[in-house]
């Protein structure tokens, strides 16, 4: 059974960072699979953020392109997201989630297993 967890929330100010991470086991192998980062804010749906595909292609959303940075450390089996440059919108609870169905990685359907999530609060 794949286990994700996330980890890295915390309430910051506009314009801070967060490095957010997610730590995958249960013998999941990240090199193997898709691997992404989506998030919901309050009284909204779920998006996603950022994705990898299996052959390392990167997709992020146009909202955060630019400030957002996925990547992976395949030996650790763990997922990173660094967040730049924060603002209020941001605020989120943000998950990870792993192996794909066809679809764009910017979809919640895509994935099939997802992590219980961490909070992002970003205050003005």
């Known amino acids: 059974q794949v286990q994700l967890v996330e980890s890295g929330g915390g309430s910051v100010q506009a314009g801070g960072s967060l490095r957010l991470s997610c730590a995958a086991s249960g013998g999941y192998i990240s090199s193997r699979h898709c691997m992404g980062w989506l998030r919901q804010a309050p009284g909204k749906e779920r998006e996603g953020v950022a994705g990898?595909?299996?052959?390392?292609?990167?997709t992020y959303a146009d909202s955060v392109k630019g400030r957002f940075t996925i990547s992976q450390d395949n030996a650790k089996n763990t997922l990173y997201l660094q967040i730049d440059s924060l603002k209020p919108e941001d605020t989120a609870m943000y998950y990870c989630?792993?192996?794909?169905?066809?679809?764009?990685?910017?979809?919640?359907?895509?994935?099939?297993?997802w992590g219980q999530g961490t909070q992002v609060t970003v205050s003005s």
């Open positions: 990898i595909a299996r052959d390392g292609t990167i």
């Open positions: 989630a792993a192996v794909c169905r066809q679809g764009s990685l910017l979809l919640s359907r895509t994935y099939i297993y």
